[in-house]
């Protein structure tokens, strides 16, 4: 799917370089087809990082997609120049009375706080309300899975005994979901959070089911059954030293932190990671933008 991005974006040079098909506008607009148009709220501290990441999924499969970025209005990123922000993002207020196709809420480093702890939750809790009568469908990763949970449907995280990172296997438990089509049975995906939510309450719950799962680290994969909102606890858009990058910076920051489980070769920080994931991260991108986005997403919203 060839992403619409702004020429100057960061990110562009990247994804050319992998030969992800981006377009800008001149070449969009002489299509003759009705884009889909999707809205990713970066609340990720490195938002540069997370661009890339998640325009190198997005850009994945045949239709054209507009991709819009928003930031708090409540909260201002320290971690990114205020010039990259002021060029590419947008507000809440600025597009509140629009409609959009998809959305993704990405995660963020507050997971150790109350929700109603964090500066930007009330706005956060707006923005959620809003996907329900704005958004197709909205994608909710990590912390933000862990938001949606509890804004959506009263299910609260509780603190890990020590954090959950590392590569690790997961099996469908629903085999004939859609959003899951070509996987495989058991598949691996990245985690990397101090917190967790019970599978129990999810599994009791009757606006939910859960999709995939692994026995170490818990529900993986959760969905609305209208489709609305799904909810990944891990993170499938991760590069191969993602997780390596995370351990560098907290052994440095001096936190007793454990290597990243079935991650480096013989559990050595000093040998390359191997990608295990790539493939189902790619597949789950199409997935969702085609089945719980592009087939039931209105051709005009009016």
């Known amino acids: 799917m060839p992403i619409n991005i702004p020429k100057l974006l960061p990110a562009r040079e990247i994804l050319e370089q992998e030969n992800i098909f981006v377009m800008d506008v001149e070449r969009a607009t002489s299509q003759d087809i009705r884009p889909l148009n999707i809205l990713i709220l970066n609340l990720m501290p490195e938002k540069e990082k997370a661009e890339t990441q998640l325009l190198r999924l997005l850009g994945n499969s045949p239709l054209q997609v507009n991709v819009k970025f928003l930031k708090t209005d409540s909260y201002e990123s320290t971690n990114t120049s205020k010039q990259h922000l002021e ?8 597009v509140k009375n629009q409609k959009f196709d998809g959305m993704i809420i990405t995660g963020a480093p507050v997971e150790l706080l109350e929700f109603e702890q964090v500066k930007y939750w009330e706005e956060l809790k707006e923005i ?3 996907t329900n009568t704005n958004v197709t469908s909205t994608l909710h990763i990590c912390w933000g899975a862990q938001a949606a949970l509890f804004y959506h449907y009263d299910i609260g995280k509780f603190e890990l005994a020590r954090k959950c990172s590392g590569i690790y296997a997961h099996q ?13 049975d058991h598949f691996y995906a990245p985690h990397s959070r101090y917190t967790d939510v019970s599978i129990g309450d999810i599994f009791a719950h ?11 680290a818990g529900a993986l994969l959760i969905a609305s059954n209208d489709r609305k909102h799904v909810m990944i606890t891990g993170h499938l858009e991760y590069e191969s030293d993602s997780l390596a990058q995370e351990y560098s910076r ?6 007793e932190i454990h290597i990243p489980e079935n991650y480096f070769p013989n559990n050595d920080p000093s040998q390359p990671p191997i990608n295990r994931w ?6 789950f991108f199409s997935n969702w933008l085609n089945y719980y986005v592009y087939q039931v997403t209105p051709f005009n919203w009016d």
């Open 87 to 94: 060029q590419f993002y947008t507000t809440f207020s600025e």
């Open 128 to 130: 959620m309300d809003w």
């Open 172 to 184: 469908i438990l629903e085999q004939h979901e859609i959003l899951l089509r070509g996987f495989d």
């Open 206 to 216: 009757p606006k939910l089911k859960v999709l995939a799962a692994s026995e170490e």
């Open 250 to 255: 907290d052994i440095n920051k001096g936190l």
């Open 278 to 283: 790539r493939a189902h991260g790619h597949l």
